[in-house]
DNA sequence: GTAAAATTAGACGCCATTGTCTAAAACGTC
DNA sequence: GACGTTTTAGACAATGGCGTCTAATTTTAC
């Protein structure tokens, strides 16, 4: 019943180094073996030999496999979760050369959240597993892709307001984003691939294109940026 | 080694109606507890439940568990693959009231062969076992995603020669199609969910208008169709 | 009705895995 | 060097699933 979280504080200061490294050991390793062979498929053999730990050191720190289980994935949707904010965060605000800041931003949304260890990780635990734990995944949900179109909704909210973007439906705009961006890379994500640099970029750029026929302003589809940043701002 | 697929022929006619109920029965029960459980955590004797089945009937009909596991992929296959077929062949060729009849056709896409129980068997499995598998799933990549925005890539092609879009690259448009059509539905499609006949349309409606805003003829936009159809047929 | 084929229920051996237990070893602190 | 904690390797029982086998029962064709 320890706290996971907390990496080194409020303890008698004996081996917590030491214990931490085996901990996230054995995560790492569990959401490997978990990932690929799914939950019924992993032997907590094969987790221990992957994280180079004794089996009893396994039921040592969580009771039993659906603890583990549990734990794996909350920390990797913890982990997803603070990048996703990184890269929410570095969402184009200016209306200047907004093909490529845009273009720009759907590559890292798609590295850093989709197409890494751990977006590949949650989409095909979802699949498998959802529904046998229906609260986990749930937050999840809320959490992932739902606060992603929230917040892409907002933030292209904020581009039209300043008259970059001409958009009805924030947040009918915000899911199509996303799904264009992933237009291009839909097969090799479901087989779970990689896709390579110069995939990621003409994937991004093909939507983008797309994105802003439909929603840019006139002035932007010729090249002519409004230069309206400077006034709302 | 009995070819699965003859229906009713070319067996001395003893007692092939049985034995193929009992086979229909035992593919679909499979097919069932499969995609629920994974192929690890599927047990022969559910199955046999399921399809209310000895499990010895099982064990008479595939040699073993894998020989199943893939009869069942193949036969859920075939019949994703059927449907789509049919669902192409309904694609508007005329340029008349475009947006309202790509529409009904994203509806039928969706709905009969994205959102139905083959289609996300098929999704399931293939981020399941597609590593396990790969020349199981190679020939769905080819044949289902593949075939899907190839023949779409044509189609829409033949709309364009017609006058009814302004398209660069058929391909990207053929797949970002079909993107912007499960834009609205991907996070219930994940959870394994089926959307209901509003959402379908709702979806649809969103995706067709935002991709004849970046493809639609500037005559077609302002809903005054011209009408080349006629010439051209 | 009869014979052949298919199906059924059940038992069986085999193997992998889970989770526990124990004694020995390694580690860190004092 | 002593001590407490953690880790380790291995043994262990218990469970459950796979695949086989057999004898009894049902279905089907003729």
Redesign the interface.
Known sequence: MKDRMTPAVQMTGHTQRGQCAKRMSILDAAADVFC??????ASIDEIAAVACVSRQTIYNHYREKETLFVAVVEDVMNRANAMLFSVLSTFPDRADNLEDELTAFAVRLNKNCICNHDGKFL??L???E??RYPHL?ESW?QQG??KLTTALSALFGRLAHKGALAID?FD?AA??F???G???L??KI???GTPTDEELEKAAR??VR??L???GRPAEKAGHPPQLAAISG
Chains 1, 2 share one sequence.
């Open positions: 690929r062979q799914g939950f019924a498929g989409r095909k979802v699949q498998t959802g529904e995944f949900r892709p739902g439906d009918v899911r199509q996303v799904a264009l992933n237009a291009d839909q097969m479901l087989l779970g093909n939507a797309t994105f026929k439909a929603y």
